[in-house]
């Protein structure tokens, strides 16, 4: 047998292969225990989602601008996503009809300004029970009945207060107690669909309504010629289309167009399409016990069109709850390239559903991103207008 010298060098290069190779393998174990390094992400894509403890009364937002301005401000827009005006419609008595119009709406859309669709939304105005057999509204065959307002209100719609009997008089009424059957419908409504209705439709026109819907809290009523004394109703004079600006932020009683009559509807409606854009800030409402679904559809296509996606079309509770917002304390701050905004929401009304704010930012910089630091559900912005909107809904009660 060959044997072959070691000589002392070749052993000494393979005792230090040896231990390189020992120390490798115990590195890369202990490598394996030690928690991953993440490097903070930078200013300009920082998302806190873990509210402050003191923000939890707050609804705050961060707008990041490409670089330091050397100021920057911010306002709410007057209307909501900055549109110059609004309009509303809403069925009564559980109208069946609203399903109709729901599909047409559900599939027209105005934008949030910032490039996103925004579906077409409206109202229904329900009654408690039948003042003849004493069932539930909302349980009668062709009514629409609570599974139907849960799709409404989870598709941004309404549900708006018709009184829990509709009519004093039957074998079932609370009389001329106004206040009861505004309050009873508000109890079972909220239990059934755990939802607190901020807006009430005057019965036929019993006076007494729209004081009641003031005193238990909600922002509005509307009828046809029941006002209670309650501005805006036909200030300065009765017309289709009202300067919503004339109407009082903590409580309004508006007018509106009814007519069962389509064929009259859809004439009135037009017209008010037409003058929409003749006002300032302006608004119209309008509604019916059913529907025409041709003659709806109609007014819908000519509204889009005409409106040019200056128009929101939404339930009035949604405007009015805007300008409550637009109404609370907010706190500007700016800090190098971070632009602050705060809004208390501390002293908000516990019905208040829509929180939704658009903020019109100016600065000699443009925006890249806008964080969520508490609150908030959503954002969106347009960083060539400055447009920035803040999305909180409340979902349940």
């Known amino acids: 047998m060959l044997i072959r010298k070691v000589y002392p060098c070749n052993m000494l290069l393979m005792l230090i292969v040896l231990v390189g190779l020992t120390s490798c393998k115990k590195r890369t174990a202990q490598e394996k225990e030690i928690p991953e390094i993440v490097t903070p992400p930078t200013d300009s894509n920082k998302t806190v989602t873990t509210p402050p403890v003191d923000d939890k009364n707050k609804i705050v937002i961060e707008i990041i601008f490409e670089g330091n301005p050397t100021k920057a401000t911010a306002t709410p827009a007057k209307l909501k996503f900055n549109k110059i005006g609004w309009a509303s419609a809403e069925w009564d008595d559980n109208s069946i009809g609203a399903l109709k119009g729901f599909e047409k709406l559900k599939t027209t859309f105005y934008t949030d300004g910032c490039g996103n669709k925004i579906p077409y939304t409206a109202a229904v105005a329900v009654n408690g029970r039948n003042q003849y057999s004493n069932e539930e509204a909302a349980k009668i065959p062709n009514n629409v009945n609570y599974d139907q307002m849960k799709t409404f209100i989870n598709a941004g719609w309404d549900i708006e207060n018709h009184s829990y009997y509709h009519d004093p008089t039957g074998n079932y009424n609370f009389g001329t107690d106004r206040d009861r059957n505004v309050k ?43 006002f209670d004394g309650f501005e805006p109703a036909g200030k300065p004079v009765y017309k289709n289309v009202q300067d919503f600006d004339l109407a009082p932020k903590d409580f309004s009683s508006f007018n509106r167009m009814f007519f069962d009559d389509w064929a009259e509807m859809e004439r009135n409606v037009k017209q008010a399409i037409a003058d929409i854009g003749t006002k300032n800030n302006p608004y119209f409402r309008f509604a019916s016990h059913g529907i025409d679904e041709a003659a709806f ?54 019905r208040i559903r829509w929180r939704d704010l658009s903020f019109l930012v100016s600065a000699d910089k443009k925006i890249t991103a806008v964080n969520i630091l508490s609150l908030a559900d959503k954002v969106t912005f347009n960083s060539t207008t400055g447009l920035v909107n803040v999305f909180k809904q409340v979902k349940t009660w």
């Open 184 to 226: 009873e419908l508000d109890d079972l409504l909220l239990k059934n669909l755990q939802y607190k209705l901020n807006g009430l439709v005057v019965p036929t026109n019993y006076d007494g309504f729209p004081t009641a819907a003031k005193k238990i809290g909600y922002l509005f009523s509307t009828s046809q010629g029941t």
């Open 297 to 350: 559809n109609r007014i819908i296509d000519n509204f889009q069109s005409s409106t040019a996606d200056k128009i929101l079309f939404i339930p009035t509770r949604e405007a009015m709850e805007y300008r409550v917002m637009s109404s609370l304390p907010i706190k500007y701050d700016l800090d190098g390239t971070k632009f602050t905004i705060s809004i208390d929401v501390k002293n908000l009304p516990d």
